[in-house]
């Protein structure tokens, strides 16, 4: 009897489905995340396994990351080889923040009337939490600062569709690092989409942001609050 039919009599999720939805939420594929669960559930998985199944995969995880030769402490649904694959593309902070998510989504999920929505906006948040967050590089400063050079965790939201450029832009700025201020201050919105965004530069500006393009990227994105693609447009000088 394979562990896939032994999962199948006992009534617990087994390895084969629990690595197909780590996955789909390491890779931030949102649709696969849903149909995983919903998948689940219609085969008469409780929101309530599903979620007690990830944290035991999760707490698996966080073992195979802290420590070697652990193969008889894992107790989760998946195996300890698969663990180690998995553990390869997740760093100890990631899954870390992975479990406390879960931990906080427990009380929901027992307390609510409608545990299965409350289980989809689990899995949305932990996909959040497992993307993997790369450092923010400090931008070269075209004025000597003084200032301490810590960015705000929490940035504030800003809407992509508004129409004032000039808010929004001051709203980036105010968000980024006190460091990287006075050159993001050389920048102008040209444009702004939903998942893009055109900066004005001037010309003798324009190379600094070039060579740091993935670092401004990723300040707007924080501070919009999405994914954003970052393009920057040459010109003599920007508008007053």
Same mark, same amino acid.
């Given at each position: 009897?394979?562990?896939?039919?032994?999962?199948?009599?006992?009534?617990?999720?087994?390895?084969?489905?629990?690595? /197909?939805?780590?996955?789909?939420?390491?890779?931030?594929?949102?649709?696969?995340?849903?149909?995983?669960?919903?998948?689940?559930?219609?085969?008469?998985?409780?929101?309530?396994?599903?979620?007690?199944?990830?944290?035991?995969?999760?707490?698996?995880?966080?073992?195979?990351?802290?420590?070697?030769?652990?193969?008889?402490?894992?107790?989760?649904?998946?195996?300890?080889?698969?663990?180690?694959?998995? /553990?390869?593309?997740?760093?100890?902070?990631?899954?870390?923040?992975?479990?406390?998510?879960?931990?906080?989504?427990?009380?929901?999920?027992?307390?609510?009337?409608?545990?299965?929505?409350?289980?989809?906006?689990?899995?949305?948040?932990?996909?959040?939490?497992?993307?993997?967050?790369?450092?923010?590089?400090?931008?070269?400063?075209?004025?000597?600062?003084?200032?301490?050079?810590?960015?705000?965790?929490?940035?504030?939201?800003?809407?992509?569709?508004?129409?004032?450029?000039?808010?929004?832009?001051?709203?980036?700025?105010?968000?980024?690092?006190?460091?990287?201020?006075?050159?993001?201050?050389?920048?102008?919105?040209?444009?702004?989409?939903?998942?893009?965004?055109?900066?004005?530069?001037?010309?003798?500006?324009?190379?600094?942001?070039?060579?740091?393009?993935?670092?401004?990227?990723?300040?707007?994105?924080?501070?919009?609050?999405?994914?954003?693609?970052?393009?920057?447009?040459?010109?003599?000088?920007?508008?007053?």
């Amino acid at each position: 009897m394979t562990l896939t039919q032994v999962a199948e009599v006992s009534g617990s999720i087994s390895e084969q489905d629990s690595i /197909a939805l780590l996955k789909a939420i390491h890779s931030g594929d949102t649709l696969s995340v849903l149909q995983s669960s919903r998948t689940l559930i219609d085969s008469g998985k409780t929101p309530k396994l599903i979620l007690s199944s990830l944290l035991a995969a999760m707490r698996d995880l966080l073992i195979v990351k802290s420590t070697r030769h652990c193969q008889n402490l894992i107790a989760g649904p998946v195996g300890y080889s698969q663990l180690r694959s998995l /553990a390869l593309h997740l760093d100890f902070e990631t899954i870390d923040a992975a479990c406390t998510q879960l931990q906080k989504s427990e009380f929901q999920l027992r307390t609510s009337t409608n545990a299965a929505t409350w289980l989809e906006v689990c899995l949305l948040n932990l996909m959040l939490s497992c993307k993997p967050a790369a450092p923010e590089t400090r931008l070269p400063a075209t004025f000597p600062s003084n200032q301490p050079d810590n960015f705000d965790k929490t940035p504030q939201k800003i809407e992509a569709d508004s129409p004032d450029f000039e808010t929004t832009w001051a709203q980036v700025v105010a968000a980024a690092k006190p460091g990287n201020r006075s050159l993001l201050n050389r920048a102008q919105i040209a444009e702004l989409s939903a998942d893009s965004c055109v900066l004005a530069v001037e010309r003798k500006y324009a190379n600094k942001f070039q060579t740091h393009l993935e670092s401004v990227q990723r300040i707007v994105t924080k501070a919009l609050g999405r994914s954003v693609t970052v393009t920057v447009k040459q010109q003599e000088e920007l508008a007053a």
